[in-house]
T-cell receptor
Framework: DGGITQSPKYLFRKEGQNVTLSCEQN?????MYWYRQDPGQGLRLIYY???????QKGDIAEGYSVSREKKESFPLTVTSAQKNPTAFYLC????????????FGQGTRLTVV | GENVGLHLPTLSVQEGDNSIINCAYS??????FIWYKQESGKGPQFIID?????DKRQGQRVTVLLNKTVKHLSLQIAATQPGDSAVYFC??????????FGTGTRLKVLA
């Protein structure tokens, strides 16, 4: 089955640590996205990538970094510079072109301990 | 995740009744709209979409209505079932790779 796989489902980070969230898709989609979801708020865009080896900052990129070395993979690193990293993180992908639905992974819940 | 739905408006409907969930979108230039369903601890699932050249689109048990004059989108669910209980949110797209997501409405189906 085609889809998006995020791992791990739950992740705990100590203060000052960097952690990396994995996102893999086998939908052959060109564009991939990372969103952050907090209670009572809409999804907020962290980073997105339209093609391999290219990515752009979203609305809340500070404290995060990404890479896009392969079409299938778009890992997100939450750095120690992100002061409030506890959230639910969602990865998504879309086909090339405008006006297409975003397919989402099942999310990673990150908690700072 | 498990906190999705806290502090969100809630719509409670009796099983078998019809549900109507509303969304006000932000940009009159948006030309593509999507409704998503999100269950606790899971990622959003696509329900139905509509383009700005339409004002109504129907799927299986769901209908989306678009009123561009007042920038309003609604999702109608016919014969609501317990499995429909979730948070529903709309998304708008402006012909780019960026989407704007609403905060969502929690739907509770009463047996």
């Amino acid at each position: 089955d085609g889809g998006i796989t995020q791992s791990p489902k739950y992740l705990f980070r100590k203060e000052g640590q960097n952690v990396t969230l994995s996102c893999e898709q086998n939908l052959n989609h060109d564009a991939m996205y990372w969103y952050r979801q907090d209670p009572g708020q809409g999804l907020r865009l962290i980073y997105y990538s339209q093609i391999v080896n290219d990515f752009q900052k979203g609305d809340i990129a500070e404290g995060y970094s990404v890479s896009r070395e392969k079409k299938e993979s778009f890992p997100l690193t939450v750095t120690s510079a992100q002061k409030n990293p506890t959230a639910f993180y969602l990865c998504a992908s879309t086909k090339t072109g405008v006006g297409t639905e975003a397919f989402f992974g099942q999310g990673t819940r990150l908690t700072v301990v | 995740g498990e906190n999705v739905g806290l502090h969100l408006p809630t719509l409670s409907v009796q099983e078998g009744d019809n549900s109507i969930i509303n969304c006000a979108y932000s940009n009159s230039a948006s030309d593509y709209f999507i409704w998503y369903k999100q269950e606790s601890g899971k990622g959003p699932q696509f329900i139905i979409d509509i383009r700005s050249n339409m004002d109504k689109r129907q799927g299986q048990r769901v209908t989306v209505l678009l009123n561009k004059t007042v920038k309003h989108l609604s999702l109608q669910i016919a014969a609501t079932q317990p499995g429909d209980s979730a948070v529903y949110f709309c998304a708008e797209s402006q012909g780019t790779y960026k989407y704007i997501f609403g905060t969502g409405t929690r739907l509770k189906v009463l047996a």
